[in-house]
């Protein structure tokens, strides 16, 4: 009976084994992010121009990446394709109503001089975490071009922020919201505080 009851106790060890190796490789396997979507401000506050343009402005934002109009990156973790990160309208939308909204604060509107031709390209917009089991590290890049046509002549120049953080867990949609919306506000600002860019827009 003893010997019975020692082989018994084994065999509950040997099936406790497995059992506790399956959960372990299940919680080191993670699970697969949701995707998240994220809203952008349509406006940032802008200095005051130096002078008045006098004129109106046709503008237009065309998106260079080859992606999704409303894809903006991915969250990370154990299968990032499946993990994206959306904004709720067309990114070149979006930009579109934000850089209408600039150069009407810059005084753009009726004149009698012909309108000035903006575009403003959107070459780069990646948000990215790092892949894996555990999230703790996501990224941002973003380059916008600003070009400026007028009768004088053109003026094109680029405008690049990239930013890193290291975090504890995989960042909640209201984090990336805050997060994204802070650095776009910082380029459109330091964009729009450029002499060179205001010399062309003539404010």
């Known amino acids: 009976m003893i010997m019975n009851g020692y082989l018994n106790a084994m065999k509950r060890t040997f099936l406790l084994k497995p059992l506790a190796l399956v959960a372990a490789v299940s919680a080191l396997s993670g699970c697969v992010l949701a995707p998240q979507t994220i809203e952008l401000n349509d406006s940032v506050a802008l200095a005051a121009g130096n002078s008045v343009p006098n004129r109106d402005a046709l503008v237009r934002v065309v998106d260079q990446r080859s992606k999704s109009p409303d894809w903006i990156g991915h969250r990370g973790g154990r299968a990032p394709e499946n993990s994206p990160l959306l ?20 005084g753009f509107g009726s004149g009698p001089l012909p309108p000035l031709k903006v575009q403003l390209d959107i070459n ?25 046509i007028d009768d004088d002549g053109r003026f094109s120049k680029p405008y690049r922020l990239r930013q890193t953080r290291e975090l504890a867990v995989s960042p909640v949609q209201d984090y990336n919201q805050k997060w994204i919306n802070e650095a776009l506000d910082s380029l459109w600002q330091h ?7 205001r010399r062309a827009l003539g404010a």
């Open 124 to 148: 780069q917009f990646m948000y990215q975490c790092n892949e894996g089991v555990i999230v703790n590290e996501c990224g941002l890049e973003i380059e916008l071009e600003v070009t400026v």
């Open 191 to 197: 964009m729009f505080s450029d002499g060179e860019l």
């Open 87 to 106: 904004v709720s309208e067309s990114l070149d939308a979006a930009l579109s109503k934000r850089l209408q909204d600039s150069l009407r604060q810059l």
